[in-house]
């Protein structure tokens, strides 16, 4: 759908060809590049928030990250800018659909499709914890997969680089509840890598048992369950789980860091080793 005549190509050098969807942030469009006819999606910051720096430098964050990282399962960024009065970042285009809508269309994944997946993002999350950068926000919405079954994590908007100051909301909690660490909801200034490992291993139990290790009627309810409870192992909700991923998730919702996966990488070892059918 083409977009309406009060944003009528207000880029130099991007032609707007479409809509793809809206946000809290924003709005993305799919455009073409006039230099070398490319498509990119570009996403374009809500004009009320414009006037807020501190949505203008996440805006700037999630560019500069995502320019410097080079992996095919993370989204690549090729720059930001701001142009009649609209920030915006140009990002690569994304064929394919969230893994949310998978969700919501289908209820669960079966386990071989679960551990394929799995394997892209934690090889994705390496890419990004090598290079320094925590994602903060690693959830079924910000994962795209294609007709193909290849994922791209998206959205770096909330991620922590070691160089750069910590964003939060006005100092408060930033995630997603349903797929957020403990120590995250406690101290989101000090997390690391492993709590990209827990919010992987809450986004793959959600794909093989049908929902996220802890729901609520509030966003209050799932960080006091989260908090205060234990999760429910997989194989208990469902018994076709094999023991493999069944000991993998439970490592990966571990209460305590330091009980987790210590990297991505070893995350990855433990599934494939599951994926040729032999122990964790």
Not at 19 to 33: D, E, H, I, L, N
Not at 36 to 49: F, Q, T
Not at 202 to 207: G, I, K, N, P, V
Request: proline share 6%; net charge neutral; glycine share 10%.
């Amino acid at each position: 759908m083409p977009p309406s005549g009060r944003f009528a190509q207000p880029f130099q050098d991007y032609e707007i060809l479409g809509r793809f969807g809206s946000g809290g942030m924003g709005t993305v469009f799919q455009a073409r590049r006039k230099s070398d006819g490319l498509e990119v999606a570009i996403k374009v910051l809500r004009p009320s928030l414009s006037r807020n720096a501190r949505f203008v430098e996440r805006m700037r964050r999630e560019a500069e990250i995502s320019m410097r990282l080079d992996h095919p399962g993370l989204v690549k960024g090729y720059g930001f800018g701001e142009e009649g009065g609209y920030h915006y970042v140009v990002m690569e285009s994304c064929a394919g659909r969230t893994l949310a809508a998978l969700l919501k269309a289908w209820g669960s994944f079966p386990e071989e499709r679960v551990l394929d997946l799995g394997i892209q993002l934690a090889e994705a999350l390496a890419c990004a914890h090598d290079g320094g950068v925590i994602h903060r926000d690693v959830k079924p919405s910000n994962i795209v997969v294609d007709d193909d079954g290849r994922a791209k994590l998206m959205d770096l908007g909330l991620a922590k680089a070691e160089s750069d100051p910590t964003l939060t909301r006005d100092g408060g909690t930033v995630g997603t509840p349903q797929y957020m660490s403990p120590e995250q909801a406690e101290a989101p200034t000090q997390v690391d890598e492993r709590s990209d490992l827990y919010s992987l291993g809450a986004t793959l139990y959600h794909m093989v048992v049908g929902s996220p290790p802890f729901e609520g009627d509030s966003a209050a309810h799932v960080l006091t369950r989260l908090l205060g409870e234990r999760v429910v192992p997989a194989s208990q909700v469902e018994p076709s789980v094999s023991r493999g991923l069944d000991l993998v998730l439970r490592r990966l919702l571990m209460r305590r860091p330091e009980d987790r996966y210590a990297s991505a990488r070893e995350l990855v070892a433990d599934l494939r080793a599951v994926q040729r059918g032999k122990a964790p």
